[in-house]
């Protein structure tokens, strides 16, 4: 695959992503707005009323937290498999942003059970298995940054990342699976969607703001992490 | 693709596979554990005992719900097989009605009443607008098949 690692050289990923990152953050701002704004205006809900706009901001950033873990496995795999250095780079990056979207989930899905369930938390498959993403996103944050060695760092953190993903699938089919307070699948279900498309709309544009919120966040820590490692390096050259 | 690779490859297929087969395994070793609640025929087929604290889920069953005098109220969980009538007292969800969604957490009395010290709402994943419900009920869609 000649055509996919020519831009795992870090000049050239640097030209590439320079240029793309005003346009990523032009389409992060026109989703978000638009999805903000059509949120704010949709009719509320029969049965929750005005309290389902939450889902706008909810649903999407457990989306965007488990689509961020999966973009780290799969850096971790190119790491472990490839041995490049922008590949372990990518995956270290990943992490600290799919922590936030998975704490931005777990709040605003708290808020939202507070009125509808009537309790801020309960230890249901799916709340549990969520927390346990927060906490394995926390624990390859630990284990990246007490290995003082950049490379071994990346292989045992990739390691820990591979293994971890077996959560995500978890977590997916945690309300098929058992018996849980929190709602079944709404989107990807035979028969299709059970949210009216007015709701649908910005749900969607909402997802896709995040989404592009990601790789805008993702792309700037990679950046600043190619940067500080030639500056690193400038430093060690004059020093040595 | 070299031997070296190969060996790569393998050793993240392994690491994957080993990490689904330990949630297999602690999945099946925490079985129903890990159920949040027990359906009212979960409770007649597992015989639950009087005293033990569980929650149970179902539906509020429709013309099920008495207020005593006071904060103390009854109504009945069913799954459509079997039911369970539940005592009540204290303030319950906005969404709590008759055919909604429900979990209550407490613990079965001698004489099968289930006394609850919390009352949970379970909505259901269907969303949309008021309009819509009104014009699914006129044209007679409304829950049918449900």
Redesign the interface.
């Known amino acids: 695959m000649p055509s996919l690692f020519e831009f795992a050289n870090p000049k050239k990923f640097m030209d590439l992503s320079g240029s793309l990152l005003p346009w990523l953050v032009a389409a992060a701002a026109l989703t978000l707005g638009a999805g903000l704004l059509l949120g704010f205006t949709?009719?509320?809900?029969?049965?929750?009323g005005d309290t389902?706009r939450i889902?706008f901001v909810h649903v999407p950033a457990a989306w965007v937290a488990m689509m961020a873990y999966g973009v780290m496995t799969v850096a971790s795999?190119f790491g472990?498999?490839?041995r490049h250095p922008l590949a372990d780079i990518a995956a270290r990056a990943a992490a600290p942003i799919g922590a936030v979207f998975t704490a931005l989930g777990l709040i605003t899905g708290s808020l939202w059970g507070r009125?509808?369930?009537?309790?801020w938390w309960?230890?249901?498959?799916r709340l549990t298995s969520f927390l346990l993403l927060l906490l394995i996103y926390l624990a390859y944050i630990a284990l990246n940054d007490a290995i003082e060695n950049e490379t071994r760092a990346a292989r045992a953190s990739a390691?820990f990342a591979?293994?971890?993903?077996?959560?995500l699938p978890?977590i997916e089919f945690s309300v098929q699976?058992?018996?849980?307070?929190h709602?079944?699948?709404?989107i990807l279900?035979k028969g299709g969607p059970?949210?009216?498309p007015?709701?649908l709309w910005p749900l969607f544009l909402m997802a896709l703001g995040y989404t592009f919120l990601f790789f805008v966040f993702w792309t700037i820590r990679i950046r600043s992490e190619i940067l500080n490692r030639r500056s690193r390096t400038l430093l060690e050259m004059r020093a040595g | 693709m070299n031997a070296r690779?190969r060996r790569?490859?393998a050793?993240?297929a392994s690491?994957?596979l080993?990490?689904?087969a330990?949630?297999v395994l602690v999945?099946s070793a925490l079985q129903d554990n890990?159920?949040?609640?027990?359906?009212p025929s979960d409770v007649y087929t597992k015989k639950v005992s009087a005293g033990t604290a569980f929650r149970i889920?179902g539906l509020v069953q429709k013309h099920s719900v008495k207020h005593d005098s006071g904060m103390k109220m009854q109504f009945v969980v069913t799954d459509g097989a079997r039911t369970v009538p539940v005592e009540y007292s204290g303030d319950?969800?906005?969404?709590?009605r008759e055919g909604q969604g429900v979990?209550a957490i407490g613990r079965l009395n001698e004489g099968g009443l289930f006394q609850a010290d919390?009352?949970?709402?379970?909505?259901?994943?269907?969303?949309?607008?008021?309009?819509?419900?009104d014009a699914l009920k006129r044209s007679g869609e409304w829950q049918k098949g449900q």
């Open positions: 949709t009719p509320p809900d029969y049965q929750q389902v889902m795999i472990l498999v490839n009125p509808m369930w009537g309790a309960v230890w249901d498959g390691v591979i293994v971890g993903a077996v959560n978890i699976w058992w018996t849980t307070l709602q079944g699948e709404s279900r059970t949210i009216a007015v709701f | 690779k790569r490859i050793f993240v690491l994957l080993g990490g689904a330990a949630a999945i890990v159920l949040y609640f027990y359906s889920g319950v969800p906005s969404l709590f979990v919390q009352v949970l709402a379970k909505h259901d994943e269907k969303y949309m607008p008021p309009e819509v419900v």
